[in-house]
Each structure stands twice: as structure tokens, then as C-alpha cells.
């Protein structure tokens, strides 16, 4: 089955690090558009990063210069490095593939990993 | 960057027909995504490059965009569509390609 799996969330003190991983089946990830898509609690879902087939990436402003989204061709896991994390960091991460077959629509979501940040 | 706009909330009778506008600026242009989310549950892509339906998407679901407003249609409305619905643009000139609408609560009534 076709299927992503996030994993790392937990809960740290604001200034402190995270690294989130998204496990892939059934698909590469090197070969497909990999996202990071949060939402903070009750809130609407904000795009956090892209990485692309050819390993261009992008982020949101509010991450811009802390997150850092990665793969690893050889475990087909994508990454999400997150430093000087805030209370506004808060959410639930989802990792999704776009999928250049349905015009990069976000075919495959995970169940999300939560991130709390607290004092 | 991009800005898609979306109405925060609407409610529909059973049967009915629920229409969805996500604006943005010369929104024909781009693509457009759209995403339905339920409860504690992560969301699922229900149109695709604004009017194409994905294997296992009801035909009550459709799509369509013209100038500045793309749109999702749900004719003869179920219960089970009580969701949120997110809109999506990717927009690959700039910076940050990926951009969703604040979503639309449909209330089924």
C-alpha cells in the first residue's frame, strides 16, 4: 500500500531542536514532490516546505532559516529539521507527496506527528 | 506571495448542492487543489487541477475555475460530506510554490 508514516514529534521548550521523519512505501520519495504541511490546533493547514525531484527546496517565511527539509534516498525517508523552535511551531506535522499524476495534488497524506512547544 | 481566499463557514440541507469559491488573483492561471478534511482525520484530495476527480471521489464532486475564483461543487449533499474543505494553489514562479486557502466548515444540516 502506498502510504506515508511521520514520526519524531514530541514535546521541547521554545530555542530548543526537533527532527521529524516521514517514512515512504510502495513509492520513492527521491522521485516524487515530498511536502511538510502543519496545522496548529483548531487552525487551517499551512504548507511548511517542498523538496522536489531534483532536490530543489522551498519554505514558508515563518520557517524560513530554522527548518531544514531533507532526504535520504537510501532509508526513502524524507526529513524535517526544525531549530529555534516557538510556541508557534506548534501543530501537527503532515508529510504528503504531490504527485505530478494528478497535477501535483497532495495524494498521499500521513497521520501526522504532533510538535508541542512549551515552556 | 500568493493569497488564496476562502469563506470560513456555510451550511447546506441534505440534498442540496454546496458550492465552494476559493479567489486569488488571476486564479485561471494556476493550479488549483482541493482538499477535503474531516475530524481527526488528515485531509484527502478530492478535485485535482481544479475539475479532475481522483479514483474514488464521488461524481457528486466537481470543479471549475474562471477568472479570479475557482470552485468546488457538491450536488445532492450527504451527511458524511460534513467537512472542511481546503483549497490549494501551487504556484511554482516564485518562492514558495504551495499555498492553501484558510478552508470552508460545511455544516450539513
Known amino acids: 500500500e502506498v502510504q506515508v508514516v511521520e514520526s519524531g514529534g514530541g514535546l521541547v521548550q521554545p530555542g530548543e531542536s526537533l527532527r521529524l521523519s516521514c517514512a515512504a512505501s510502495?513509492?520513492?520519495?527521491?522521485?516524487?514532490?515530498m511536502n511538510w504541511v502543519r496545522q496548529a490546533p483548531g487552525k487551517g493547514l499551512e504548507w511548511v516546505s517542498v523538496?522536489?525531484?531534483?532536490?530543489?527546496?522551498f519554505y514558508a517565511d515563518s520557517v524560513k532559516g530554522r527548518f531544514t527539509i531533507s532526504r535520504d534516498n537510501s532509508k526513502n525517508t524524507l526529513y524535517l529539521q526544525m531549530n529555534s523552535l516557538r510556541v508557534e511551531d506548534t501543530a501537527l506535522y503532515y508529510c504528503?507527496?504531490?504527485?505530478?499524476?494528478?497535477?501535483?495534488?497532495?495524494?498521499?497524506w500521513g497521520h501526522g506527528t504532533t510538535v508541542t512547544v512549551s515552556s | 506571495s500568493y493569497v488564496v481566499t476562502q469563506t470560513p463557514s456555510m451550511s447546506v440541507a441534505p440534498g442540496k448542492t454546496a458550492t465552494f469559491a476559493c479567489g486569488g488573483n488571476?486564479?485561471?492561471?494556476?493550479?488549483v487543489h482541493w482538499y477535503q478534511q474531516k475530524p481527526a482525520q488528515a485531509p484527502v484530495l478530492v478535485i485535482f487541477?481544479?475539475?479532475d476527480r481522483p479514483s474514488g471521489i464521488p461524481e457528486r464532486f466537481s470543479g471549475s475555475k474562471s477568472g479570479n475564483t475557482a470552485t468546488l461543487t457538491i450536488s445532492r449533499v450527504e451527511v458524511v460530506d460534513e467537512a472542511v474543505y481546503f483549497c490549494?494553489?501551487?504556484?511554482?514562479?516564485?518562492?514558495?510554490?504551495?499555498?492553501f486557502g484558510g478552508g470552508t466548515k460545511l455544516t450539513v444540516l
Open positions: 487541477d481544479a475539475t
Open positions: 510502495e513509492f520513492t520519495v527521491s522521485s516524487s514532490y
Open positions: 490549494q494553489v501551487w504556484d511554482s514562479s516564485g518562492n514558495h510554490p504551495v499555498v
Open positions: 523538496i522536489y525531484r531534483n532536490g530543489k527546496t
Open positions: 504528503a507527496r504531490a504527485n505530478n499524476v494528478v497535477a501535483l495534488g497532495m495524494d498521499v
Open positions: 488571476d486564479i485561471v492561471t494556476r493550479t
